[in-house]
Each structure stands twice: as structure tokens, then as C-alpha cells.
């Protein structure tokens, strides 16, 4: 399949549909160009980053499993 795209003079081109669904693309996402062998490959640019990694250590105070297990029994008053 062989998709033809314009380059503006601010050196943008739009995607086809296509290419983007097949990709996955959606407005936002960012996107690889790799230069390999006389070709250049274009592919999602996905990081390697853990996206929970921000709250990792919210829970700190809990040290084991069974710590957790009787925290939400007390949320859920399993108790009772």
C-alpha cells in the first residue's frame, strides 16, 4: 500500500487515515522516524517508562501483603 503525503513549508505532513489507524495513531501521540538501509521507518513512538512509576511509594507505610489485606478489610468494614 503506497500512501502519498505533502510537505508543507514548515516541513508538517498529515498522515493519511489509513497509516494512522493501522498505526494506531491518535492526535497527540508521538511519532519515530527511523533512517535504516536507504528507507525511513515511521512507527509510534512508545517510551520505555513505567507510567505508575509517579505514585510509586504512596503506600510506603505498608510493609507486607497481610498489612494491605487488613487495611481494605477496615475500609470495606468486613468486620461487621
Do not use: H
Not at 514548515?10 to 493501522?22: A, C, E, F, L, N
Not at 515511521?42 to 517508562?49: C, D, K
Amino acid at each position: 500500500m503506497k500512501q502519498i503525503a505533502t510537505l508543507t513549508s514548515k516541513g508538517q505532513i498529515t498522515i493519511p487515515q489509513d497509516v494512522r489507524k493501522r498505526l494506531g495513531l491518535k492526535q497527540g501521540d508521538q511519532i519515530s522516524f527511523e533512517l535504516k538501509d536507504g528507507q525511513t521507518i515511521l512507527s509510534p513512538y512508545r517510551t520505555e517508562e513505567n507510567p505508575f512509576e509517579a505514585f510509586q511509594g504512596v503506600l510506603a507505610s505498608f510493609a507486607t501483603k497481610e498489612e494491605v489485606n487488613t487495611w481494605l478489610s477496615d475500609l470495606r468494614d468486613d468486620d461487621e
